[in-house]
């Protein structure tokens, strides 16, 4: 077990819609990432947070935003879902991206879109 | 950006024989690198990390190599066992990336009884 939390872990919705993923990082880690995974694509990053604050952005499209709250937990909402958004999203923490700390990942949400 | 790739998209091994699976990066400014194990229906699971300033790091039953000459990064998995059957994905991280990871495509492995 990673210590990092994410829920849902299935999310079954139409195109169009929005949903909102949930990550509660390890106890102790400051920085969040959230990364995209599908068949074709491999792991993509798409944003991080440290202690609150957007920190980088990776390939996350407009209808995609996170944000890191004061207790640290993250949330990523996708809106205008389409049917190529259909993926397992990852959630990762770190204790500080600047000390070269190994990243640790939740079992994921697996969004289909239909 | 600069991505990692990987020379074998799958790997099969007896069980009981060792493993190797290797990674070629292509950002010299890549400093830090990770391996980890994804099984099916869970997330990485970080294996052995090392960074560049070293050329070997040992784990339990796991080695890392790291030849920045070439740009070379391999895993090698002792004694190889079922459970070791999963997708190995290395990862790069270098301030050029605002300390981001960039993983690779990732390599199955597959034990064979």
């Known amino acids: 077990d990673s210590g990092v939390t994410q829920t849902p872990k299935h999310l079954i919705t139409a195109t169009g819609q929005r949903v909102t993923l949930r990550c509660s990082p390890r106890s102790g880690d400051l920085s969040v990432y959230w990364y995209q995974q599908s068949l074709d694509q491999g792991l993509q990053f798409l944003i991080q947070y440290y202690n609150g604050e957007e920190r980088a952005k990776g390939n996350i499209l407009e209808r995609f935003s996170a944000q890191q709250f004061p207790d640290l937990h993250s949330e990523l909402n996708l809106s205008s879902l389409e049917l190529g958004d259909s993926a397992l999203y990852f959630c990762?923490?770190?204790?500080?991206?600047?000390?070269?700390?190994?990243?640790?990942f939740g079992n994921g949400t697996r969004l289909t879109v239909t | 950006g600069e991505s990692v790739g990987l020379h074998l998209p799958t790997l099969s091994v007896q069980e009981g024989d060792n493993s190797i699976i290797n990674c070629a990066y292509s950002n010299s400014a890549s400093d830090y690198f990770i391996w980890y194990k994804q099984e099916s229906g869970k997330g990485p699971q970080f294996i052995i990390d090392i960074r560049s300033n070293m050329d070997k790091r040992q784990g339990q039953r796991v080695t890392v190599l790291l030849n920045k000459t070439v740009k070379h990064l391999s895993l090698q998995i002792a004694a190889t066992q079922p459970g070791d059957s999963a997708v190995y994905f290395c990862?790069?991280?270098?301030?050029?990336?605002?300390?981001?990871?960039?993983f690779g495509p990732g390599t199955r492995l597959s034990v064979l009884p």
């Open positions: 990862a790069e991280n270098s301030s050029n990336y605002g300390q981001n990871f960039v």
């Open positions: 990762a923490s770190s204790v500080d991206p600047d000390l070269n700390s190994p990243l640790h």
